[in-house]
């Protein structure tokens, strides 16, 4: 009763009365006030969304107060050390190597720029899964990286809060905490189909109780502390969980908790108390195993079959009798507290991101961390089972590892809870629960009855790495010395271990397809490699970094120990005998690999002896099988033997040896090999490995054989393969004996052989030893210490094509000479074609250092020793069998058989070589003998190479097919005829010489194997059953039924291995008796290292005679009467072909030579014709005016028909253009100084100051007062959105060019540009261009006529220029051409918008069109100024190479401006040459006065004046109009400098000029003329008056010599553009000269001085002028038109009278040197439109607008941000920097391209997307490049990657 008045009353007064009554002594009924009211208020069966109970619980914890200040009070309590900040995907955050104990520490932005990190190994990066700050925790991170905020250990001083603070927080939350537990209760329904959608449902609706929960987590510590007592708190639990006795819908929630608890196979405690325990137990494995409720018998069978329907083919899943431990690990959960249960359901609900933010938040709390991760622990299986049933495996391992990553990373809490709650148990538990879902038959061997599982690799589990929540976190604890420990000792855990890894031994086998390729090529390999690397390598990697020292042998034991008898049991498993089967492979052995890599850390660094840990031989040969049918394989792939199985099995071989697998995968494989080879039977061995390759048919001494398992073009490289396989096996020392600095060495060195490399490719492609990407190879050498030994940094540069270099590394000269390692190079490559990059470089290297001309071969390297216990691999270079096949190889390459290479006796000579340096002690010298014994083979005496090497092999037995031309056809000649059968002629021996036969040898590989092999089985087996094997199993590679039978015949060979080394120099070098006797004695051995194949075999020779003296003279025996192969019969069909071969490959290589220089000369009269920039014809055609007087008309090429001829009017020539509008003008300041680039929010950018604003804001004021027309020709426009005109210099018929743009637009392979918008490429250099500026047809002799000046008087031009002036402009005839010019009018002003062209108060008239003319021709001219710097002193044509076209452009605005002609009454030349009478304003005179003289701009007018006047233009005449127009531009320049004076100063001037006025020149002083200026401008009303306060700021006085300057400064912009207009139209070069002497230059150039004064004194400014009429009266006239102004105040009349025309070249923004400062302040900034932070932020680098990239949010009309900033900003063309891609983009039109980045790190490399994070740094040339790239126009020609962006930027 009492709760529901309360219920009515005002929510903060209750509370505070309540708060008050519990303070009291008493205050039991202050308790069940509170009580009753929750029971009312928290009522679980009202609706979540009522949101009237969270509202009061705000109330009454707050207990009265503001719920705001109740958070603030309690945060000022807050004791926490940690940051603990918890951000979820995407975020971005820091990671310090230097600073991290655990590789999984993180730091938010806040703390990482607090703490000091300089200099320190860190990167940024974006969180996958989500994460937690660390700083502040100790065990994760050094204290000295700590921000400032948690180092100060904040706890100690901070005052203990009041105890009633949070009583009622204590009261409150219990029952808040039930209440959401309820809810989540009753809304979870059990999975079907269709209640995904509830789930989310009933988490939306409790959204603001969990974020209520998530806020109080972070009041701080003390908040955080309450909530820990609730959550943990058993009895609250017990009280509240089960509901009262009265309450019925308490009870049934409870009901429906206990449902869930057992439909997800879980017991809960009372229910295991009820039924007995072993049927708890079996509903629980029966519940893991059929992922279906034990009560639903139904469901899982269902289930079973659907399994069955949809695995591939008829494999049947297998499931295994539950091989676990302990089931209670997974079966029983009892929920104690609040936070067992709210984990229970966030499992349920699968990991919702609020709840699991608010779970993390809490974990600051030391004693909620402990009882959360045990209690983590405890829902582990739950956990994982939830997840292999989840359809949203993905969000939801993120989320798992989100929270593991915080738990496990810590190694005390990891400790404590694998001791307290076996969390080692557990997770190889739930592993191996997990794998068993997905278990088929190993087909292996054995296919029928093999007994071994593996998993199947097209499983959802493995194809989407479900498993890696669980292996990641296994991994992270593995890293824990003392957890991994505990895994090493506890026996049983290893054993299951074992058990799990051999599930992928043998998984994804590979069966070759022999008859047609497969159909469906399947993908499951990347899912076989990566769960390898991540589920069996990464936790060996890890548990081998615990087993490094002394100590931990007994580890190293146990591991290899349980290898061993694993491997066993998986040999009898798949019932594997001796032999693999055929065409089968599988690249998956992580026994094997665990044995190896245990064995190798075994002797590396815990000093174990090598015997003790090594099986029996048997055992041995097992071992080995498997690893070396992948090297087989290897080979047989790469030579094509397995195309029918599609593109994947190549893919196989390149992961195999890829850099992130090699050291996990082949490198075990090869050491365990090297490891048999070096304790098995080296005979055996060898044989094996010619076995396995399938090339013991190719090793006869006939010249013809046949062989069963190969084609012949697969033989080669197959036999390549072996032998390359037999040099890597024994001169590779990876694990025999290098140190990790040597390994490392070796790796970086083949890297960079191969290819200059990158930083970051280079730190991608050493293979990581165990630590991912630390940085730091585990070792004493640092990367970059080796780095810097070994390679040289080449800075990033630019190519002439634009496309910009990374910083790479590339190898040292000394590393090429002494280190290049070919066979290294061959381990390491995934593709072929690497090997060859690296032998080109490496003879570039020599030609280059002069070391070897020609080819070279793999130079041979010396190796690291051998650690002892490997000796025995040198066995195998000393060994008969090995020695056989060399002896044989050298004899055939020698007769030239087929199926021989340079490659094979390439590697033939290394292993001579590698035996030569490695000998054998020979201490079993008694022994010999009864090796004999066993052997019955003689070709050889003993296995000593060196004894072997001078051994002289006579007589050999072969079987050959009959028709080989060995067998002797013709009838047996009589015994005596030993003559003939010596004979030269025949090499043959008949059949029944049978004398002979005991000499010659049998040799059969297969069989002596075989024997071998059955010697040590009998050796080993008791019974000593000989017949194992039948013996006619030597014969078993003859195909049955083939035509060719096979006949025994004897050859006769005669030849040592030393005599056939000796043929073979004489054969390279194609020279007899190439050595002489006495070549030993002078031999230089220094040059042998480097060279082809002639050095090796030199090189070879020379060392086996150091070695040993018989050997010696034998070389020198064999030299002295060696004597050239005897060619065998012509009839012999091989060695005929041979030698047509021969013949025919030197004929091909004289054709292709031919061809090639014929090309070179081709190629090179093109570039001439086509590239020549500077040649002086084109220039002619370019400039219609060059001083040489052509006679003839001018001829264009054109470049599409070939053709060369005028440009006439019927059929026009044109200039291929690229239009552009361009505002790079408009963004000029006048403060040379870059704008720098905001970063805080203090700085700002103002666009005030620039050019084009200025000049807007001038016309604006002159249209407010004068004549309109008048207006527009006194301004020019174009300084935003003008069109520049380019040309690439070609030409070509306007008739072709419409046929080509045809031809285009049919062609439906388009790159990068619009045939529909008039884009085309030029068709002979390729740039790009969108239209074609036709060339005026003109007979160059009218050049020389209106060159010559005519020596007439000024007074006299000025007469004739106006009289040209008033000649009307005839409309030209309609012709080809006229139309020609009026389209192409046309496309210019299609390229601009219409706002940069429509300046006018009515828009279309023709007034605006004349300006819109001349400003095009002003901006042009412009802009080349500013490509020359902004002044015209390096003279010269230097930028005119940009291939100008403005002379042509001139014309097609000329004939369509004299369309327009200038009203004499308003004619601006008037009132520059004459006095006029000022025309009283008649009374109905309503028009507005025309525009004054002083407020003109002078340019416009001289281009105007140009423009109007017909052409061709007398250079007399235009040097009159720059010189009247340059009387204006100096009284001009007086004006403007007479309002920088201060009063006093303008008087002493006046009165100055007055006196100076009576003088002969006072019209040529510029005191005089400033004097008068001043005081006609005096007569103004106040116009001096209006900005005299800034002037009295001013302190500076001006001299004459500063006037002087001044005035020249001004008038310089005029006459540099003259100049230029000058140099354009007559082709007058420009002269270089100083900057100081730039005016008086260009006065010259211009006639206004005469050429002979500037010698003898600089010239001044006024001396310059030439006046018409009196100067006096001139300028009097000239301020008249200023003083007749009433309606225009002072201030506006000084404004339009100041123009300064001088502005600084473009610039872009300055931008700061680190890329942190840029990316810190803009990706969390808001849009200034949309108020939202943009998901892909950009800043336009031209004027500093933050724009979003792609987004939706600011479109208008279908346009985003971007592109429409780039049409305000840079009419069309924009530059963006990319905030969180750090590359810039250009929008250029209509298209796009990524340009790269300006931000290198310190190894110069670009880090797009910020994917390494590492910190970044301005490229200064870069971004001038990119700067010079915008001012030139050039992005079009030299980006080549566009792309149309369709707005959507």
């Known amino acids: 009763m009492m709760a529901a008045s309360l219920l009515r009353r005002d929510k903060k007064a209750t509370a505070a009365h309540l708060k008050a009554d519990l303070k009291r002594t008493d205050n039991s009924a202050a308790l069940r006030q509170i009580h009753e009211l929750l029971d009312d208020v928290l009522n679980p069966e009202k609706p979540a969304t009522d949101t009237e109970a969270l509202d009061w619980c705000k109330c009454l914890i707050a207990g009265g107060e503001a719920f705001e200040e109740f958070c603030k009070t309690v945060r000022s309590y807050d004791n926490a050390t940690l940051c603990g900040l918890v951000w979820t995907a995407n975020f971005v955050a820091y990671r310090c190597r230097t600073c991290g104990i655990s590789p999984c520490m993180s730091l938010c932005a806040e703390c990482f720029n607090n703490g000091d990190h300089t200099s320190h190994d860190f990167n940024m990066f974006r969180s996958q ?372 890894v051999s599930f992928f031994q043998g ?288 800075a990033p540069v630019f190519e002439p094509g634009g496309s910009m270099q990374q910083g790479m590394y590339t190898p040292k000269a000394e590393v090429w000479e002494n280190e290049f390692d070919p066979i290294m190079v061959v ?187 059955q010697e040590i089985i009998n050796r080993s087996s008791s019974e000593a059953s000989l017949v194992v094997r039948p013996k006619s199993s030597s014969t078993r590679w003859v195909p049955p039924g083939t035509p060719p039978q096979l006949v025994t015949e004897i050859l006769e060979i005669r030849e040592s291995m030393l005599s056939l080394l000796v043929k073979l120099h004489q054969k390279l070098s194609s020279k007899q008796n190439s050595l002489s006797e006495s070549w030993l004695d002078n031999m230089d051995t220094s040059r042998h290292a480097h060279g082809d194949g002639i050095t090796a075999i030199e090189r070879i020779l020379t060392k086996a005679a150091t070695r040993s003296c018989q050997i010696k003279r034998s070389i020198q025996d064999i030299c002295g009467k060696v004597c050239p192969p005897v060619p065998p019969k012509k009839n012999s069909p091989t060695d005929k072909k041979a030698m047509d071969k021969e013949e025919r490959r030197q004929r091909a290589r004289e054709r292709q030579q031919k061809l090639l220089a014929e090309f070179a000369s081709r190629q090179k009269s093109f570039m001439e014709t086509a590239m020549d920039v500077e040649s002086p014809e084109t220039e002619a055609a370019m400039d219609l005016g060059t001083s040489e007087v052509l006679e003839s008309e001018v001829l264009y090429d054109c470049v599409i028909c070939g053709q060369s001829g005028p440009s006439t009017e019927d059929r026009p020539t044109g200039l291929v253009v690229l239009l552009q509008a361009s505002s790079v003008l408009g963004h000029r300041c006048k403060n040379a100084e870059a704008k720098n680039l905001p970063t805080s929010d203090e700085e700002h950018i103002y666009s005030a100051d620039t050019c084009a604003v200025a000049h807007d804001v001038r016309l604006s004021l002159l249209q407010r007062f004068f004549k309109d027309s008048s207006c527009l020709q006194s301004v020019s426009i174009g300084w935003d959105g003008g069109v520049y005109v380019q040309t690439c210099g070609h030409t070509l018929h306007i008739d072709c060019h419409k046929s080509y743009m045809e031809s285009l637009r049919n062609d439906q392979v388009l790159q990068g540009f619009s045939v529909d918008k008039g884009e085309f490429t030029c068709p002979l250099c390729r740039q790009f261009a969108n239209s074609v500026l036709p060339c005026r047809p003109g007979r160059s002799s009218e050049a020389g006529a209106w060159h010559t000046p005519t020596n007439k008087k000024t007074s006299v031009l000025i007469k004739e220029v106006e009289a040209l002036q008033d000649k009307l402009g005839l409309f030209p005839m309609e012709s080809n051409l006229s139309k020609e010019m009026e389209l192409v009018i046309k496309d210019i002003k299609n390229t601009t918008q219409k706002k940069y062209m429509d300046y006018g108060k009515n828009p279309g008239s023709p007034d605006n069109d004349f300006l819109f003319m001349y400003s095009l021709a002003r901006t042009n001219l412009e802009l080349e100024l500013v490509y020359r710097g902004g002044n015209l002193c390096c003279g010269g044509a230097s930028a005119a190479a940009k291939r100008s076209c403005l002379n042509q452009l001139f014309h097609v605005l000329a004939m369509h401006m004299r369309l327009y002609s200038i009203d004499s009454a308003y004619n601006p030349w008037t009132k520059l040459t004459q006095l006029t009478q000022s025309r009283e304003t008649d009374g109905f005179d309503e028009e507005r006065p025309e525009v004054p003289m002083l407020f003109r701009d002078v340019p416009s007018l001289l281009i105007i004046f140009v423009l109007t006047m017909p052409q061709p233009l007398r250079k007399e005449h235009f040097t009159c109009v720059v010189k009247m127009l340059y009387n204006l531009q100096f009284i001009q320049a007086l004006a403007t400098l007479s309002t920088k004076l201060r009063p006093e100063e303008r008087q002493a001037w006046c009165s100055t000029g007055a006196a100076k006025k009576a003088r002969a020149n006072a019209d040529t002083s510029f005191e005089a003329l400033l004097g008068h200026v001043i005081s006609e401008l005096s007569k103004c009303d106040s116009l001096y008056a209006a900005n005299t306060e800034d002037i009295m700021l001013s302190s500076s006085v001006w001299s004459p010599q500063s006037v002087e300057f001044s005035l020249q400064q001004y008038c310089l912009p005029f006459l540099r553009l003259a100049c230029l207009l000058q140099h354009h139209l007559y082709g007058d070069n420009l002269t270089g000269c100083l900057e100081q002497e730039e005016f008086s230059s260009l006065a010259m150039c211009l006639g206004l001085t005469p050429a002979a004064s500037v010698a003898s004194n600089p010239v001044n400014s006024a001396s310059c002028l030439e006046w018409a009429v009196g100067a006096f009266d001139l300028v009097t006239q000239w301020c008249g038109e200023v003083k007749r102004l009433p309606q225009v105040q002072a201030e506006q009349a000084l404004t339009l009278l100041v123009q300064d025309p001088q502005w600084a070249p473009p610039r872009l923004l300055q931008l700061p040197d680190n890329y942190n400062i840029i990316f810190q302040y803009y990706h969390r900034k808001s849009c200034t439109v949309c108020k939202k932070v943009p998901k892909d932020p950009a800043l336009c680098l031209v004027c500093g607008a933050f724009v979003c990239l792609k987004g939706v949010c600011c479109k208008q009309q279908g346009i985003c941000e971007c592109v429409l900033h780039s049409q305000h900003c840079g009419a069309a063309t924009g530059i963006f920097l990319l905030i969180n891609a750090s590359v810039i983009i250009i929008i250029r039109g209509h298209r796009f391209c990524l340009w790269g980045s300006v931000y290198l790190d310190a190894h110069g490399e670009e880090d797009r997307d910020l994917r390494r994070g590492k910190p970044l740094f301005l490229c200064e040339e870069r971004y001038r490049v990119l700067e010079q790239q915008w001012v030139s126009h050039t992005f079009d020609h030299i980006n080549k990657r566009w792309g149309p962006h369709y707005n959507g930027l």
């Open 129 to 500: 899964a989500g994460g937690a700050c660390d700083c502040g925790d100790s065990n994760v991170m050094r204290e000295s990286g700590f921000c400032r905020r948690h180092r100060l250990r904040t706890g100690e001083n901070i005052p203990s809060i009041p105890r009633d603070l949070l009583m009622m927080s204590e009261l409150v939350l219990p029952r808040f905490i039930l209440s959401v537990i309820q809810y989540l209760r009753d809304g979870y329904t059990e999975a079907d189909s269709s209640t995904e959608r509830d789930l989310q449902k009933v988490l939306q609706q409790l959204e603001p109780q969990i974020s209520f929960l998530e806020e109080l987590t972070k009041m701080g510590g003390a908040m955080r502390t309450v909530l820990t007592k609730i959550l943990t708190n058993q009895q609250t639990f017990k009280e509240l969980s089960m509901g009262q006795a009265d309450n019925l819908f308490a009870k049934k929630n409870y009901e429906k908790y206990l449902a869930a608890l057992r439909n997800s196979g879980l017991v809960s405690v009372e229910d295991k108390a009820q039924s007995t325990g072993e049927a708890g137990a079996e509903g629980g494995a029966d519940a893991l195993l059929g992922s279906a409720a034990p009560g639903s018998p139904d469901e899982s069978s269902k289930e079973e079959d659907q399994d069955a329907g949809q695995s591939v083919g008829k494999r049947k899943r297998v499931k295994l009798s539950s091989s676990t431990k302990d089931l209670s690990i997974i079966e029983c959960l009892k929920h104690k507290c609040f936070l067992e249960e709210l984990l229970f359901w966030t499992i349920k609900y699968e990991f919702p991101q609020k709840k699991v933010t608010f779970l993390l938040n809490m974990l600051p709390d030391q004693d909620y961390k402990i009882t959360f991760t045990k209690t983590f622990v405890q829902h582990y299986a739950f956990i994982m089972k939830t997840l292999m049933k989840s359809h949203e495996s993905d969000t939801m391992s993120n989320r798992i590892v989100h929270i593991s990553v915080q738990l496990f990373s810590n190694e005390e809490l990891a400790r404590h809870v694998t001791e307290e709650c076996q969390l080692l148990d557990i997770m190889v538990t739930v592993l191996l629960y997990m794998m068993e879902s997905c278990l088929i038959k190993s087909e292996l061997q054995d296919e029928e009855n093999s007994r071994h599982v593996v998993v199947n690799c097209s499983e959802a589990l493995l194809k989407n790495n479900t498993y890696w929540p669980l292996v990641s976190d296994f991994i992270n604890i593995l890293s824990h010395q003392s957890v991994a420990k505990k895994f090493l000792e506890d026996h049983s855990l290893l054993m299951l271990w074992m058990s799990f």
């Open 507 to 794: 998984m994804n086998l590979n069966k070759r397809e022999l008859n047609e390729h497969v159909e469906f090529e399947s993908q499951t390999y990347y899912a076989a490699f990566a769960a390898e690397l991540e589920a069996c390598a990464q936790p060996m990697w890890g548990l081998l970094t615990h087993c490094k020292v002394k100590e931990t042998q007994e580890y190293t034991k146990t591991v290899v120990r349980y290898c061993l008898e694993t491997l066993q049991i998986w040999f009898d498993a798949i019932s594997f005998n001796d032999e693999p089967l055929p065409n089968q492979v599988t690249f998956h052995l992580p026994l094997h690999r665990y044995y190896a890599m245990f064995l190798s850390k075994a002797v590396k660094c815990q000093g174990l002896d090598l015997d003790s840990l090594l099986p029996d031989q048997e055992m041995l040969m097992k071992i080995m099988v498997h690893p070396l049918q992948i090297q087989a394989c290897l080979s047989e792939i790469h030579s094509n033997m397995w195309v029918r199985n599609g593109l994947q099995i190549k893919g196989q071989a390149m992961t195999y040896v890829q850099s992130h697998f090699c050291n996990s995968m082949i490198d075990p494989d090869i050491y365990l090999l090297q490891v048999c080879a070096s304790r098995l039977d080296p005979d055996y061995f060898i044989s094996s490995v010619f076995e396995r390759f399938k090339v013991v048919d190719l090793l006869t001494m006939a010249s013809q054989h046949q062989n069963a398992v190969l084609d012949s073009e697969q033989e080669r490289p197959m036999l390549e393969g072996a032998l390359t396989f037999l040099v890597i096996l024994t001169s590779l020392r990876i694990h025999l004996g290098m140190t990790d600095d040597e390994i490392l060495r070796a790796e970086m060195v083949s890297q960079l052989c191969m290819n200059d490399r990158t930083h970051s490719s280079l730190l991608d492609l050493i293979p990581e030893n165990p630590n991912p990407k630390s940085g730091i190879v585990p070792g004493s050498c640092s990367f970059e210490e080796m780095l810097s030994a070994v390679a040289d940094f080449k």
């Open 827 to 1013: 381990l390491r490559t995934v593709y072929r074609r690497d090997v060859q990059s690296a032998m080109d470089r490496y003879s570039a290297f020599l030609k280059q250092s002069g070391i070897h001309t020609g080819n070279p071969w793999p130079p041979y390297k010396e190796r690291t020793p051998l650690h002892p216990c490997y000796k025995g691999l040198i066995k195998l270079l000393h060994c008969k069998t090995l020695h056989i096949v060399i002896f044989t190889l050298l004899y055939k390459i020698w007769m030239d058989h087929q199926n021989m290479s340079e490659h094979v006796l390439c590697m033939v000579l290394y292993l001579i070589e590698l035996g030569l340096d490695n000998q054998v002690q020979d201490n079993k010298e008694d022994e010999e003998p009864c090796i004999e014994e066993h052997c019955h083979d003689s070709w050889f005496p003993g296995t000593n190479l060196i004894s072997n090497l001078h051994h002289v092999i006579n007589f050999v037995r072969v079987r050959v097919p009959e028709t080989a031309p060995e067998v002797k056809r013709e009838a047996p000649p009589s015994t005596s005829s030993e003559a003939t059968s010596y004979g030269q002629n025949s090499r043959r021996l008949s059949a029944n010489w049978r004398e002979n036969l005991r000499e010659a040898q049998v040799f059969s590989l297969v069989a002596e194997r075989r024997r071998k092999f």
